[in-house]
């Protein structure tokens, strides 16, 4: 038998398979486990003996004897057993068609947070083992089977059908959310030292593909589709020979996918207009703008301004705020750009991110204000995970002259000088003058007249067993254990800044991450990481995952005494 390779055919029947079989016994969470069994003997077996003429009806007869094997063991053997007799012949086809568009509003459940949702659609619907989907999101693999295995029992006793007319809409909106996450995950990684996972934005682009087959006629399905197309298209040309950032104005387009360009602006011209518009059709437009120009100074940016104006009005939002600061500033000149981008300084949704200080860099370098960009370079570096994201923005806060009295050693960690021996940002600093203070390991946060924002709004941590109340939330703790623990789960080391110890005191407190320390973080012990950590009256606070379910990396030393920086 000719055909796909073994692993595109077992991603594509593995929904179908799933559908069959949850629509016969209603047990979602069995089913999938069954038919991760199924593929998995399919993919040891089938290399070697080949491909059979009937894979479907191979996998399905594979996962219902392990169906089988997994009742005769309970308590209610033989009541199971005797609905195992009456089995229709496996060889069934999926009713009306539309079980894995079943499987894919079931993943995507609203009672499901986002997390859960990406990993589960990843599993049920593209057949990824829990191995890989947790490789992809870099979590441990124990704590991504956890997190399935939860979602499964959530969706276990939810109807197998497509959700009544009135809720489509919005449980397709999810749908698509949870694919446009799986994309961008891949496109930018939040974490780690490659830039993007190409494995994951083919599975988003293979599973949109597939969603857009099931319904050919919604608008917003074809838009992410042609949005997806039209970034990945340019995926060559991000990166040089040495894996650095190229940004899009140097990119070479030469580089770009012709057929993904094509494609996608096919899917553009064929829907927008043609329907009600929607968020993904309007991003795909805007997309669009930027293919089809020739050179990065033949880009229509009043055309890109009015595409962002009704994506303003569409889907209002800190991140079109952010792409539309830019385009205002190319139209108008960067003091508007960066007027705009002022009315994000108060929304809580930037606090742990380092795209509002990346643009704002950018566009106070168009400014010609030199010494404040590269200040705010080297913040947004600070904030990201990603090592290429941090290489290119230290890249570019090096090209450009420090403010005069910036300590140079400090700004590397993204801590300024300001000329105070015990005042720099990211609140540390020598202890106040003062009566002793001890110290604080059980986790209890330290207050003061100064306590920030961040610090009043994040959930207090006090052991290693309290759980976020949601991912992605703010936390904050003094707990040396909680410490240890965050910092081993990410095989970082503890260590200080290089010019910026007072005397015989530690400098500036920092994590030596795997690829980003650079020159001028020093290792430490803990005893000497936490001894100065409580002298200072130091908080933690962190976060364990982003709201995608990523791990994330950011966290914020802070000093409740010190004005919040």
């Given amino acids: 038998m000719t055909g796909p390779p073994v692993g595109d055919l077992l991603r594509e029947l593995a929904p179908q398979v799933t559908g069959v079989l949850v629509r016969r016994h209603g047990r979602f969470d069995e089913c999938e486990d069954a038919v991760q069994e199924a593929l998995l003997a399919a993919a040891l077996r089938w290399p070697a003996d080949g491909v059979p003429d009937r894979p479907r009806s191979w996998l399905l007869t594979v996962a219902e004897r392990s169906l089988v094997d997994q009742w005769r063991s309970d308590s209610a053997r033989r009541r199971r057993e005797l609905a195992v007799a009456a089995l229709a012949p496996v060889d069934v086809q ?66 197998f059908e497509l959700p009544p007319a009135s809720e489509r809409a919005q449980r397709l909106h999810v749908v698509l959310h949870v694919l446009y996450l799986i994309f961008n995950e891949g496109y ?65 387009r030469d580089l770009w996918d012709a057929a993904a360009i094509a494609e996608g ?89 380092h795209r509002l200080d990346a643009v704002r860099a950018h566009l106070l370098e168009q400014a ?22 941090q290489r290119y923005l230290a890249l570019r806060a090096a090209r450009l002259p420090p403010r005069e009295g910036w300590n140079e050693s400090a700004a590397r960690a993204g801590v300024a000088n300001r000329g105070k021996e015990d005042d720099m940002t990211n609140q540390q ?36 067993g309290d759980e976020p109340e949601r991912p992605g939330r703010s936390l904050a703790t003094t ?39 650079g020159d001028t973080l020093r290792k430490v012990g803990w005893d000497e990481w936490f001894k100065t950590f409580d002298e200072r009256r130091l908080n933690f606070i962190y976060q364990e995952e982003r709201s995608d379910g990523t791990q994330s990396n950011f966290f914020r030393l802070e000093n409740p005494d010190r004005e919040d920086a």
């Fill in 94 to 159: 999926p009713v009306d068609g539309d079980d894995t568009l079943v499987l894919l509003f079931l993943c995507c459940h609203p009672a499901l947070s986002p997390p859960s949702q990406l990993a589960l659609t990843l599993r049920a619907v593209g057949g990824l083992t829990t191995a890989e989907i947790a490789a992809a999101f870099l979590v441990p693999e124990s704590a991504m089977t956890r997190r399935i295995s939860r979602a499964k029992q959530v969706v276990r006793r939810a109807r």
């Fill in 429 to 464: 600093g020598t202890p106040k003058p003062g009566p002793p203070r001890g110290k604080n390991t059980g986790g209890g946060i330290r207050t003061g007249e100064d306590t920030s924002k961040s610090l009043k709004y994040s959930q207090e941590v006090k052991s290693p």
């Fill in 479 to 517: 707990s040396h254990e909680v410490i240890q623990q965050w910092a081993a789960a990410r095989d970082a080391t503890p260590a200080t800044v290089e010019g910026t110890e007072h005397g015989d005191h530690l400098g500036v407190l920092r994590f030596d991450f795997p690829g980003y320390g």
């Fill in 265 to 353: 602006l096919a899917l553009v011209a064929r829907t927008l207009g043609a329907g009600p518009i929607g968020p993904y059709q309007v991003q795909a437009a805007i997309a669009a703008v930027h293919d089809e120009a020739p050179t990065a100074e033949d880009t229509d940016w009043p055309q890109v301004l009015a595409l962002y104006e009704v994506l303003d009005r569409v889907a209002p939002g800190p991140i079109v705020t952010l792409g539309k600061a830019v385009a205002v500033a190319m139209v108008h000149g960067p003091k508007a750009g960066l007027a705009l981008l002022g009315t994000l300084d108060a929304d809580d949704r930037m606090t742990h991110t």
């Fill in 368 to 389: 010609g204000e030199t010494a404040a960009a590269r200040e705010a370079y080297l913040r947004a570096a600070t904030m990201t995970a990603s090592a290429p994201e």
């Fill in 188 to 252: 930018t990684t939040s974490s780690g030292p490659a830039l993007h996972r190409a494995d994951l934005t083919a599975e988003a682009i293979r599973l949109t593909r597939l969603l857009r087959r099931l319904l050919p006629d919604e608008g917003e399905v074809a838009g992410l589709l042609a949005l997806m197309l039209l970034t990945d298209a340019r995926r060559a040309a991000r990166t040089d020979a040495d894996g650095s950032i190229v940004p899009l104005a140097d990119q070479r």
